[in-house]
């Protein structure tokens, strides 16, 4: 299925939870706050979330800044 | 949010004395120095430890004065329309209890005293009554001020404490500011001065200022009527009223009133007669704690009095008083508020500002929405 | 003498608070946070790239993050990011930044008190960015702001408290506590924040970008006690006033 993950369109694996998504980037869960379809994902739901054909995910994180 | 009397509450009078009492020297050339003035430092100023350096406050106080108002004074005066009254002020000439006659203009003769003040050339008015809210109704000082509006510049009133509501009816005919004299800040004294009439109410007239400015009130003034109580206490609680109502309504111009109690028809003992020193150390104070507010002398003081406190920081004088009411263009045989000591009139006033070097301002401000012509 | 610092309810010790960005290495990060003395960083928020670590690793466990909003350019924005930075679980404290002008980088003070109100409501501490203009810190203040953060000159150029009086202006008349943020480049600069009466100050690139950031965190931390001690104690005459009476005629001559 197609998703558009931080701005960019890619083919995924049809069933694929957020938790999933995350391992496959090498993303660590515990920092990443995840947005889907314009909504907040609470972290303790990333293993249960199925992804969707169409979904738009943000994965941000904190970085430096002042 | 907390109104001023529930701020006022945060400085208790003992607050108040402790700080005075134990003001020091190094404390009060400190406040000198200082750009912005805490309520701590006006105590400061007007402690006992200041006294010795009144002129030092002076000079302090002719700098801002001159930095903020320039060589200027505001004239204004007063139109008395109604001295009956159902209050039984002890200190007061308008006391319910004096059995001078009375007199209550009419809508014709508050016109024509109303001609006589602005063919004198002044465009600020300040329209007073007693309290005497049946006779003298909110609707009755309405539509006198809207009578006379189209011959001033400014109208202003002092009268009883009036609702918000009220506030705005008299802003609709034209009002742009009030005057409103605590008397004294000290709420048992308050009580014994007035022993009976609707000014007894304390709180009401308190948070009056605020109600105005709620209502839209352009300009407010404050005031205690030195004398009453320890000078320090209404000293302090007069200044620290106007700097509150200017960090809560910044969009208001808040002005200061400095009248010290004078004889009047029928007995009163001064409590705490204020002495000229300490009067310009309570003048000069206010203009170092609050260096853009309009500080307004009245004809109480004696004209020498009055030409010597305005480089200090006064900002406003009346000319060309009467506290009776009608008297100008009507005849009048009843007695004033008070004894007028500065019966200069427009033109004496403005030829003696020149003298000492300042310019009498007869309009300093118009509503560019008003009707005045 | 006492003197509590209370910021959205919470007793902070350091009236510093640092930031994490333009490091010439993250792994700086914790010895300036001892240096510095600071319990209150700042961190932004970005998407994640891939194997990329994020900022959080570096930051010691006792710190208090103050995610900021950047990279938003309009009230909306802002909020979202809000939104974002709770869900990572570090609190509900947050400093919005809204920049649409990104030659100056200068605030949007409209946008930063829409932000303010919206944000508040939905439960945050709010410490808006803006310029020391009195009208926008009082939006933000009526709004339900924490604290106003004015900058003391345009973001990263060590400029110092080139909006002095501005700033002057809003701690006198603000009931909240005043940080100055951005521009400061030196900690006599901080001082002197200090000095007038700021509760606090935010300083990132000048630390960030020292030759010896853990040092000169140091410096920085000495610098805003000082001012903060010198406040307290309150300055003193710094002339006679009675130099003035000499030169000009006396104005009390009158009093007999």
């Not at chain 1, 995840?34 to 738009?56: H, K, S």
């Not at chain 2, 001023?4 to 400190?30: D, G, N």
């Amino acid at each position: 299925m197609q998703l558009t993950v931080n701005g960019e369109k890619g083919d995924y694996a049809d069933e694929l939870t957020v938790a999933d998504l995350l391992r496959q980037r090498g993303h660590d869960p515990a920092v990443v706050v995840v947005e889907r379809n314009g909504e907040i994902v609470p972290a303790a739901a990333f293993a249960a979330t199925r992804l969707e054909a169409g979904d738009v995910l943000e994965l941000v994180q904190f970085v430096g800044g002042g | 949010m907390e109104n001023f009397e529930q701020f006022l509450a945060k400085w208790p009078r003992e607050r108040r004395a402790r700080i005075a009492e134990s003001a020091t020297e190094e404390q009060v050339l400190a406040a000198l120095c200082k750009d912005t003035l805490q309520p701590e430092d006006f105590l400061v100023l007007l402690s006992p430890a200041a006294a010795p350096h009144l002129e030092d406050l002076a000079q302090r106080a002719h700098e801002l004065t001159l930095r903020y108002f320039g060589r200027a004074v505001n004239l204004f005066t007063p139109l008395y329309i109604s001295d009956v009254c159902t209050n039984q002020c002890r200190y007061c000439g308008f006391n319910a209890k004096n059995t001078q006659p009375r007199r209550h203009l009419n809508m014709d003769e508050i016109e024509a005293e109303a001609r006589v003040i602005a063919d004198m050339g002044l465009q600020h008015i300040l329209l007073l009554t007693g309290d005497a809210r049946k006779l003298s109704s909110p609707e009755y000082i309405a539509d006198a001020a809207r009578r006379i509006k189209p011959m001033f510049a400014s109208v202003g009133v002092e009268v009883y404490s009036l609702t918000e509501d009220e506030y705005r009816l008299l802003i609709d005919a034209g009002v742009d500011s009030m005057t409103m004299f605590q008397e004294t800040y000290n709420p048992e004294l308050y009580d014994w001065l007035h022993p009976a009439g609707p000014k007894k109410d304390y709180s009401f007239r308190l948070n009056a200022p605020e109600r105005a400015a709620r209502a839209g009130m352009r300009s407010l003034g404050v005031g205690a009527l030195l004398g009453l109580d320890e000078f320090i206490q209404d000293a302090f609680c007069t200044g620290l009223h106007a700097w509150w109502l200017m960090r809560h309504y910044p969009g208001v111009d808040v002005g200061v009133s400095i009248p010290r109690i004078c004889s009047h028809e029928g007995s009163f003992d001064i409590p705490h007669a204020v002495g000229d020193r300490q009067f310009v150390q309570y003048i000069t104070a206010m203009r170092c704690f609050l260096p853009r507010s309009g500080i307004t002398c009245s004809s109480r003081e004696s004209a020498f009095m009055r030409d010597h406190l305005i480089p200090l920081g006064v900002t406003r004088v009346s000319a060309g008083v009467s506290t009776a009411v009608g008297g100008r263009a009507t005849e009048a045989d009843n007695s004033g508020q008070f004894d007028i000591t500065d019966h200069r009139s427009v033109e004496e006033m403005t030829a003696a500002l020149a003298g000492i070097g300042y310019q009498a301002v007869i309009k300093d401000w118009e509503d560019p929405t008003s009707t005045h012509a | 003498m006492e003197d509590k610092f209370i910021l959205g309810g919470v007793e902070l010790k350091s009236r510093l608070f640092i930031g994490t960005g333009k490091y010439s290495a993250d792994n700086l990060i914790p010895a300036v946070c001892e240096a510095s003395g600071a319990e209150v960083i700042t961190v932004a928020m970005r998407r994640v790239e891939k194997g990329q670590q994020g900022i959080v690793a570096h930051i010691p466990k006792t710190m208090r993050l103050l995610p900021n909003t950047s990279g938003a350019r309009t009230a909306e924005e802002a909020v979202r990011l809000a939104r974002l930075a709770r869900a990572a679980g570090c609190g509900d404290w947050i400093k919005i930044e809204v920049i649409s002008d990104v030659r100056h980088l200068l605030p949007d003070g409209y946008e930063t008190a829409k932000a303010t109100e919206a944000l508040v409501k939905e439960g945050f501490t709010v410490l808006p960015y803006i310029n020391p203009d009195l009208y926008v810190a009082r939006a933000c203040v009526d709004a339900g702001a924490a604290a106003v953060m004015p900058l003391g000159a345009p973001i990263g150029t060590n400029r110092g408290l080139r909006t002095k009086e501005m700033i002057g202006i809003l701690i006198d008349e603000l009931d909240v506590p005043i940080v100055v943020d951005a521009g400061i480049g030196r900690p006599s600069q901080a001082c002197e924040a200090m000095e007038m009466g700021a509760a606090a100050c935010l300083v990132n690139t000048a630390i960030a970008s020292s030759a010896d950031p853990v040092r000169m965190a140091s410096a920085f931390r000495a610098a805003v006690e000082a001012g903060r001690n010198a406040w307290l104690a309150g300055a003193g005459a710094v002339k006679a006033p009675g130099e003035a009476a000499e030169a000009s005629s006396p104005l009390t001559g009158f009093l007999r």
